[in-house]
């Protein structure tokens, strides 16, 4: 895609597009010895987003593919929800905070502060039509692990599932390279929803 051609579209999408509150249901396939999926959530407002696992959703997920060789790569990069408990990613992209609930497999459920994502996207020229939404393809390494994927430029909210952000689009679909981790957007919807990050009496750790 044209570089000028891309940068006056999502311009003219910012100018007609005024939406700040958006919401984003994914499905979330984990490519494992034990296939399983998961429905998540992305809530936007304005420069915060909070995104969050739906533990009641987790179920096996019949996969008939090859199970992912992405096993290779640090541990505290591989994302396996509880089954018990949500865990929340909460990003405040104006003073560029991110904090998790989440027990990080081994602890109880804590307040995780970690280092904000500056993601080094490559945005390319593919492009593709996911939920009647124009998106584009980008890539970046991220922890090690190297990701692809989908945004659009016509909701122009730099979030995305998990701790992906940082294009000029909301991220539709996101894949690590091989597989083992694939996000799915299912339904989006514009309503002002109330963002939810129970960190209240949790003990607080840095990373």
């Given at each position: 895609?044209?570089?000028?051609?891309?940068?006056?579209?999502f311009f003219?999408?910012?100018?007609?597009?005024?939406?700040?509150?958006?919401?984003?249901?994914?499905?979330?396939y984990?490519?494992?010895?034990?296939?399983?999926?998961?429905?998540?959530?992305?809530?936007?407002?304005?420069?915060?987003?909070?995104?969050?696992?739906?533990?009641?959703?987790?179920?096996?997920?019949?996969?008939?593919?090859?199970?992912?060789p992405?096993?290779d790569?640090?541990?505290?990069?591989?994302?396996?929800?509880?089954?018990?408990?949500?865990v929340?990613?909460?990003?405040?992209?104006?003073?560029?905070?991110?904090?998790?609930?989440?027990?990080?497999?081994?602890?109880?459920?804590?307040n995780?502060l970690?280092?904000?994502?500056?993601?080094?996207?490559?945005?390319?020229?593919?492009s593709?039509?996911?939920?009647?939404?124009?998106?584009?393809?980008?890539?970046?390494?991220?922890?090690?692990?190297?990701?692809?994927?989908?945004?659009?430029?016509?909701?122009?909210?730099?979030a995305?599932?998990?701790?992906?952000?940082?294009?000029?689009?909301?991220?539709?679909?996101?894949?690590?390279?091989?597989?083992?981790?694939?996000?799915?957007?299912?339904?989006?919807?514009?309503?002002k929803?109330?963002?939810?990050?129970?960190?209240?009496?949790?003990?607080?750790?840095?990373?």
């Amino acid at each position: 895609m044209n570089c000028k051609v891309f940068f006056f579209y999502f311009f003219f999408s910012v100018t007609l597009y005024s939406q700040t509150n958006i919401n984003v249901n994914y499905m979330y396939y984990l490519d494992t010895e034990s296939p399983a999926k998961v429905q998540c959530k992305l809530n936007v407002n304005d420069n915060i987003s909070v995104f969050y696992f739906i533990a009641s959703t987790f179920e096996k997920w019949d996969n008939d593919k090859p199970i992912s060789p992405e096993y290779d790569l640090p541990e505290e990069d591989v994302i396996s929800p509880d089954t018990s408990k949500n865990v929340y990613v909460k990003i405040d992209r104006q003073f560029r905070i991110m904090e998790m609930i989440d027990n990080l497999s081994i602890f109880d459920f804590m307040n995780v502060l970690d280092t904000f994502p500056d993601n080094n996207w490559q945005i390319t020229t593919e492009s593709k039509l996911l939920n009647n939404y124009n998106c584009i393809k980008a890539t970046t390494i991220y922890r090690g692990r190297q990701w692809e994927v989908w945004f659009t430029p016509q909701l122009p909210i730099s979030a995305g599932p998990w701790k992906l952000q940082g294009l000029p689009g909301l991220i539709l679909e996101a894949k690590s390279v091989g597989g083992r981790f694939h996000f799915v957007a299912t339904k989006i919807s514009f309503e002002k929803e109330n963002l939810t990050f129970p960190k209240e009496g949790l003990k607080q750790i840095t990373l």
